[in-house]
């Protein structure tokens, strides 16, 4: 577990990575300008979004909606990903030795490498972004957006296990007496589907997902996550921390206020600061997260707060989000790709 908590940590830091550079530079998003300016990023032309791409350094100086559509779309993208690789992590702990979900654990455990695979390009692309928001050069800028926008649509491609994962819980606990733990980890799933259909505009899906409903209530929830380790407790919270600046439906979002959520995180993450601080950092697997945890200093909760605490961001922007992360990825018919990225497989 110690180790598992560790390499849960690398992810942590690696989602972050973009989050955090906001409070060394102030990223200056307005979310109030969600319902205006940066609501016309949905009718964005593929041809206008590679042109805005190749001038992307210019534009985050220069175009306040711009600057903001990316940024907002950044922060998505990263807490969804590590979010993504979390729930397998807590998916594993609580039905690892449960006959029924072998061949479901079998295929989100084939996708891990991919998923961190993703969380290495959100970071080279966050990264890349901050230097430019800070007034470097950084002519590749664009290239690492795409790849890292491209990174996390192949990711997207993985959402089904969701859904199956929710679906065997389900038909287990038919016959079964799953415990909290077990339920938690399919709500989250839920809440994470319930965000992805708002991405879409996907109302099929999110009217299908609203009556399977959750399993727990939002307080069985929160007491449930106390029983994960200090990094899948961080990444639950901050999850719902978006939700909830998203407006969109959230199992423990329900039951919490917003500042109350914002202390438990805060505290969450002094303790696994301290954790990183005195145990050991050697990492047998994730790779491309070693050197994260040696060499960063990392508040995640502060640098998302940063971002979201007093800032608009309503349900009715979900799509625009969803449009900016997918026009991207289609722009790189027209910018060229960056052939060093991190291979990730579809």
Known sequence: ?????????????????????????????????ADGDIAKAAKFSRKQVSEKLTNMEELLQTDSAFRDDIVVAQVVMQTRALQFGTLVDMSNEVAGNIPAFAEVLKEMNASREMVDNVASSLAE???KLNAALGGEECP????????????????QKQNNLANRFIETTDKYLETAQGDDKLKLVRDQWLDYQQ???????????????AKKGNLLSGEKALAAVANFGIAERIIVLQSCELAQAMKLPNQIGRVIRPKVLENEISKLCNAQKEFLSVKPRKIDSHNAQKEVLAHRKIDSHNAQKDILAHRKIDSHNALMIGNVISQTAAASNSVKLNKKGPKIDS
Not at 195 to 209: G, P, R, Y
């Open 195 to 209: 965000m992805t259909a708002a991405l879409e505009d996907d109302k099929a899906s999110a009217e299908a997902l």
């Open 125 to 127: 692309s966050a990264e």
């Open 1 to 33: 577990m110690k180790k598992k908590s560790i390499i849960l940590c690398s992810l942590v830091v690696i989602c972050a990575i973009g989050l955090v550079t906001s409070i060394n530079i102030d990223w200056p998003v307005d979310f109030n300008k």
């Open 140 to 155: 590749d800028l664009a290239q690492s957006t795409i790849n890292a926008s491209l990174a996390y649509t192949t990711l």
